[in-house]
């Protein structure tokens, strides 16, 4: 599987032209480490620094290639410098599944939730961007406009625990690139009166709203294991031409007693049989007997 996530990644890079956005770390750690490395991929189309996480139109190309994931069957190595194909894993785990759904998000206690200080750091990101925003104004027409009433407040937060406001200002910067710092500083659930202090003073309708998005949005996955046993099969790799005559040699040692020598004996005796036959016919042939 991790194979196949390689090769959808690969494919999405080379006719995207972009990164998906929970890979979004793994992408810019890379860039910044090697961007020439990174370049001299042959799934690399494009400038390595034109490269931004997945939106519009690259999204839904983006989407279009997971969806068929199992059909990605090839890697690069740079090692070898070639494709190299996905193998089946050894391994197999097959488990009972049981699902239990319920409401999500709670709304009594939405504002104060982890969610709510992520999607705030999400909209001050996507009202920025004029595509994003249109469609955000169509269906949620109360977050943007009051997004921008709350920038200031986010800003002073912000500074009040050492992070660079500027971000939050400038439409050049990307989030996605500093999101990780802001998370864990800004939306830290110890610290709840971060987003907790903006969302009391917000409009009523703006909490509405955003529970709103919520409601329709976002799903939270809790993955528990049933059973501590599972069944495991594991699959052997195909017999080798090698194996297998030595298997085929080893069975008929051990049931015929048959060797190279037995071989070599019957053929011995088989070809001394078919010219005593010939030998004897022409020596009838010629009268000599």
Same mark, same amino acid.
């Given at each position: 599987?991790?194979?196949?996530?390689?090769?959808?990644?690969?494919?999405?890079?080379?006719?995207?032209?972009?990164?998906?956005?929970?890979?979004?770390?793994?992408?810019?750690?890379?860039?910044?480490?090697?961007?020439?490395?990174?370049?001299?991929?042959?799934?690399?189309?494009?400038?390595?620094?034109?490269?931004?996480?997945?939106?519009?139109?690259?999204?839904?190309?983006?989407?279009?290639?997971?969806?068929?994931?199992?059909?990605?069957?090839?890697?690069?190595?740079?090692?070898?410098?070639?494709?190299?194909?996905?193998?089946?894993?050894?391994?197999?785990?097959?488990?009972?599944?049981?699902?239990?759904?319920? %409401?999500?998000?709670? /709304?009594?206690?939405? @504002?104060?939730? *982890? !969610?709510?200080?992520? =999607?705030?750091?999400?909209? #001050? +990101?996507?009202?920025?961007?004029?595509?994003?925003?249109?469609?955000?104004?169509?269906?949620?027409?109360?977050?943007?406009?009051?997004?921008?009433?709350?920038? %200031?407040?986010?800003? /002073?937060?912000?500074? @009040?625990?050492? *992070? !660079?406001?500027?971000? =939050?200002?400038?439409?050049? #910067? +990307?989030?996605?690139?500093?999101?990780?710092?802001?998370?864990?500083?800004?939306?830290?659930?110890?610290?709840?009166?971060?987003?907790?202090?903006?969302?009391?003073?917000?409009?009523?309708?703006?909490?509405?709203?955003?529970?709103?998005?919520?409601?329709?949005?976002?799903?939270?996955?809790?993955?528990?294991?049933?059973?501590?046993?599972?069944?495991?099969?594991?699959?052997?790799?195909?017999?080798?031409?090698?194996?297998?005559?030595?298997?085929?040699?080893?069975?008929?040692?051990?049931?015929?007693?048959?060797?190279?020598?037995?071989?070599?004996?019957?053929?011995?005796?088989?070809?001394?049989?078919?010219?005593?036959?010939?030998?004897?016919?022409?020596?009838?042939?010629?009268?000599?007997?």
């Amino acid at each position: 599987a991790n194979c196949m996530f390689e090769a959808a990644f690969e494919e999405i890079l080379a006719t995207c032209e972009c990164y998906p956005v929970f890979h979004s770390e793994y992408f810019q750690t890379h860039k910044l480490r090697n961007a020439t490395t990174l370049q001299a991929m042959p799934y690399m189309k494009a400038d390595v620094s034109t490269y931004k996480s997945c939106k519009g139109d690259k999204l839904y190309c983006a989407k279009g290639i997971l969806n068929k994931i199992s059909e990605y069957q090839t890697i690069y190595d740079p090692f070898q410098g070639k494709n190299l194909t996905c193998y089946e894993s050894c391994n197999d785990q097959l488990h009972a599944v049981q699902a239990t759904t319920s %409401q999500y998000p709670a /709304e009594p206690t939405f @504002s104060q939730g *982890l !969610d709510f200080c992520l =999607l705030l750091l999400k909209f #001050v +990101d996507q009202c920025k961007i004029e595509e994003r925003r249109k469609l955000l104004d169509y269906y949620y027409p109360l977050i943007c406009e009051n997004i921008q009433n709350l920038t %200031q407040n986010i800003k /002073e937060t912000f500074i @009040s625990l050492d *992070l !660079d406001p500027a971000i =939050l200002e400038s439409d050049s #910067v +990307d989030l996605e690139q500093n999101r990780k710092n802001m998370i864990d500083t800004f939306c830290n659930e110890d610290m709840t009166e971060n987003w907790e202090n903006i969302a009391n003073i917000a409009p009523p309708w703006f909490v509405d709203e955003m529970y709103k998005y919520g409601k329709d949005n976002l799903i939270r996955v809790n993955v528990f294991i049933r059973n501590p046993f599972v069944t495991s099969f594991e699959r052997e790799i195909e017999t080798t031409p090698i194996s297998f005559i030595a298997n085929i040699g080893g069975l008929m040692g051990l049931c015929m007693g048959f060797s190279f020598v037995s071989l070599a004996e019957i053929i011995y005796y088989v070809v001394l049989a078919v010219w005593g036959s010939w030998k004897g016919r022409r020596m009838v042939g010629e009268g000599k007997y």
